[in-house]
């Protein structure tokens, strides 16, 4: 088979990296695996767990007859992606720290270390696709609907995509687990990781707490501004929050409905909760978002409909770009969003490819 050129792929310990691993040496290419460790502070298996990770991409890669190497991001991703994850916190928005750590850790560090290694590309087992149209590199959704990644690299740039594979993108995760599983690989049946590695299993609101102060504050009815309860602070709750606002036992005129946070008031400290899930003031037909990343290399035209999601595994919602600049867009959707939340990005895409997008003020 003819010899495409050395591709190192970020090996997790999952059986998606391991498959991406395998159908590159399956399509000739000479294939490295790269373990990275992005966080230590209290790593440990009741946590984050990356011995155990460790332990099963060693094994992964064992099977697949390839070399692993290690290298340590910890240092990085303490500076580049958690600093900013306890900012947003602190200044009352909820952010996603997987974007950032896409786009500054597994496609920016890592790259940098793959090149130095003699890497033509680097390969990971996102579910995405990535293409070359007319001179320019295309991020596609991944054809399997609900595993659909796209969402969180749309921070990428074109030199990133450019040298980005995702070889798993075309598949359904089914098909996956049966590649794995035809090889002989050990983690076929591995279940799926979930949530941010550096809180693990654990309560997010003690992890929370260890680095940021509790600022006790008022819980107040949106609509009557009657005060209903204390906070412990307003970095615990994020828009359309359900549970945690310790207001249950509260009735109001919608007797019996469940309470939802629906805002707050950074410089007071204030909670503001409302009744029913839908309840108006959970909705929003418009967003302003800043940090603009566009991965197509340009900004999309303005009045045209596209699709734009505002938290993973939404479902596409028609949208208008009403403006955009290069500090900063507005969006119009066509039905009113729920829980439109600050902090979260706004993804927008033209069918099947991921134009870009920017985090919603």
């Not at 991020?139 to 969402?151: M, P, R």
């Not at 990005?345 to 069918?351: A, L």
Request: contains cysteine; charged residues 25%; negative net charge.
């Amino acid at each position: 088979m003819r010899e495409c050129g050395r591709v190192v792929v970020g090996i997790s310990g999952g059986v998606d990296s391991a498959v991406a691993a395998l159908l590159l040496k399956r399509q000739g290419w000479q294939v490295t695996g790269l373990f990275m460790k992005n966080w230590e502070d209290d790593d440990d298996d009741e946590y984050c767990a990356s011995r155990e990770d460790l332990v099963a991409a060693a094994a992964a890669c064992d099977v697949l007859g390839i070399e692993l190497d290690t290298v340590n991001f910890s240092a990085a991703y303490r500076e580049r992606v958690f600093a900013e994850f306890l900012r947003e916190y602190q200044a009352g928005r909820t952010p996603n720290p997987d974007v950032l750590c896409n786009s500054e850790i597994k496609f920016a560090a890592f790259l940098d270390h793959a090149m130095k290694l003699g890497a033509d590309r680097i390969a990971t087992g996102h579910y995405a696709q990535v293409r070359e149209f007319d001179g320019v590199w295309q991020l596609l959704k991944g054809d399997d609907g609900v595993k659909d990644q796209s969402y969180f690299l749309y921070r990428l740039d074109q030199g990133q995509l450019a040298k980005s594979m995702f070889p798993i993108g075309h598949l359904m995760k089914r098909e996956v687990r049966a590649l794995a599983r035809e090889a002989g690989l050990p983690n076929a049946e591995r279940r799926d990781s979930t949530g941010i590695c550096f809180i693990g299993e654990r309560r997010f609101r003690d992890f929370l707490g260890r680095y940021l102060p509790d600022r006790p504050g008022e819980i107040r009815e949106l609509d009557t501004d009657k005060v209903l309860g204390e906070h412990e602070g307003l970095m615990y709750h994020t828009l359309g929050q359900r549970k945690g606002a310790h207001v249950g036992g509260v009735r109001g005129a919608a007797t019996g409905s469940a309470w939802y946070v629906a805002g707050k008031d950074v410089e007071r400290n204030i909670l503001y909760v409302v009744q029913g899930h839908e309840h108006p003031a959970l909705f929003r037909d418009r967003l302003s978002a800043s940090r603009l990343s566009w991965v197509s290399g340009r900004a999309p035209h303005t009045h045209w409909v596209y699709a734009a999601k505002t938290r993973y595994r939404q479902e596409d919602a028609p949208c208008e770009i009403e403006a955009v600049g290069a500090e900063r867009c507005e969006l119009a959707f066509a039905r009113p969003q729920w829980a439109v939340t600050p902090g979260q990005s706004v993804v927008v895409y033209e069918s099947k490819v991921c134009l870009g997008g920017g985090t919603i003020d």
